[in-house]
């Protein structure tokens, strides 16, 4: 968490300051709509990779695939300013699965996980360009395990694990409140699975990372 910390820390601290000046050079607030919401489907691509051990040893060359998956997602904002924005991301609950690969591909699908990551993030959209309205963002995002199902490895779990978040994006105006958007997150996000594979307990450090790749509507009212 420190690491994650660390990386995603002065990204934070940049739009924060941008939000401080927008919003105290701010003059008036009725020639824009405070709230917006980013609704449609998804790509979750993991950029993997995973340690495992088995009783306590580590495994030389194993580790697991994370299966990519689509989504629906729907991100609701509020506009500070012109400018400046804090979006919250929740998603419909999507399911992954995970298969060891590497010295240790003969156990095959090691488990499903049924999860719904949650995204909070600062965002600075610039000025339009034509009906183009770029934006980017950073912040903290939440891994909610909802189950998780064994299938190689027994009484499998995967943990909750907190994450940070780097966007970016543009909307294009269709109207004044309706519009079109294509968006991109990055996700910097760790987390642990055990179980049991033959008796033996079964530990995996996984690092999942995920590109979020979203297009949809987007409403301001």
Request: aromatic share 10%.
């Amino acid at each position: 968490m420190n690491k994650v910390l660390k990386e995603v820390t002065p990204a934070i601290v940049a739009l924060a300051s941008l939000a401080f000046v927008q919003v105290a050079h701010a003059q008036g607030t009725a020639d824009y709509d405070r709230w917006w919401i980013r609704t449609g489907p998804a790509w979750v691509a993991f950029d993997e990779k995973a340690e495992l051990s088995v009783a306590g040893s580590t495994v030389p060359g194993a580790g697991a695939d994370v299966k990519d998956n689509a989504a629906f997602i729907t991100e609701f904002g509020y506009r500070f300013t012109p400018h400046i924005s804090l979006g919250l991301t929740l998603g419909i609950p999507a399911t992954t699965t995970l298969t060891a690969n590497g010295t240790a591909a003969s156990v095959g699908k090691i488990g499903k996980v049924k999860y719904g990551p949650a995204g909070l993030t600062l965002q600075y959209q610039f000025d339009g360009i034509g009906g183009f309205h770029p934006y980017v963002g950073a912040g903290v995002t939440y891994l909610k395990v909802f189950s998780s199902s064994g299938e190689a490895v027994q009484n499998f779990d995967v943990h909750q694990a907190w994450g940070g978040i780097a966007q970016i994006g543009t909307e294009y105006s269709l109207s004044k409140n309706i519009g079109l958007f294509i968006d991109l997150k990055k996700l910097i996000l760790r987390t642990n699975a055990t179980g049991t594979l033959g008796g033996a307990p079964v530990q995996a450090h996984v690092r999942l990372d995920p590109l979020v790749v979203q297009t949809g509507v987007m409403i301001r009212f």
